[in-house]
C-alpha cells in the first residue's frame, strides 16, 4: 500500500496518525478516536466507534495501527475523487445548475455528444430515472445509475 504513495504523502499521514495516537505507542483505540472525533464537533456513541475500530480493523487487535489507518486513508481518497468524477459528469448534464437534470438537458447533451435519440427515447430515460415524478433526475439517482 505505502508503495503507491510519496515520502512526502506517507509523512502527512503519519502525522495524522499522531494525532490520533495519543499515547505514542503506535495504535488508534477507541477512546483515542473518541477524543479526536469530539475534538472535532461530533460525538459519537461507543457502539459507533467500536464499529469504526472494527472496520478499519483487519488484524483483530481492537486498535488501528498505522498500515490500517494508511488502508483507510488511500481508501478514502480514492472515494473522494470517484465523487468529484461523479460530480463532474452530473454538472455536464446539469446545465442550469439546478440539483436535477431535465428532458431538455438530457437532450441537449446527448445531441452535443452525437447520441440522436428520439423525444421518446430521452422521455423514457427520464422516467425510468425519475424516482420523485417531478420529470428530472436527481444527482443521487445519477450516481445510481452510473
Given at each position: ?54 472496520e ?6 481492537g ?43 438530457m ?40
Open positions: 500500500m505505502a508503495d503507491a504513495l510519496s515520502e512526502e504523502q506517507i509523512s502527512r499521514f503519519r502525522e495524522a496518525f499522531a494525532v490520533f495516537d495519543k499515547d505514542g505507542n503506535g495504535e488508534i483505540t477507541a477512546e483515542e478516536l473518541r477524543d479526536v472525533m469530539r475534538s472535532l464537533g461530533q460525538n459519537p456513541t461507543e457502539s459507533e466507534l467500536q464499529d469504526i475500530v472494527n478499519l480493523d483487519v488484524d483483530h487487535t486498535t488501528i495501527d498505522f498500515d490500517e489507518f494508511l488502508t483507510m486513508m488511500v481508501h478514502k481518497g480514492k472515494a473522494t475523487d470517484e465523487e468529484a468524477e461523479l460530480r463532474a459528469a452530473f454538472d455536464v448534464f446539469d446545465q442550469d445548475g439546478s440539483g436535477t437534470i431535465s428532458a431538455d438537458e437532450r441537449r447533451v446527448m445531441k452535443s455528444i452525437g447520441e440522436n435519440l428520439t423525444d421518446a427515447e430521452i422521455d423514457e430515460m427520464i422516467r425510468e430515472a425519475d424516482t420523485d415524478g417531478n420529470g428530472t433526475i436527481d444527482c443521487e439517482f445519477f450516481w445510481i445509475m452510473l
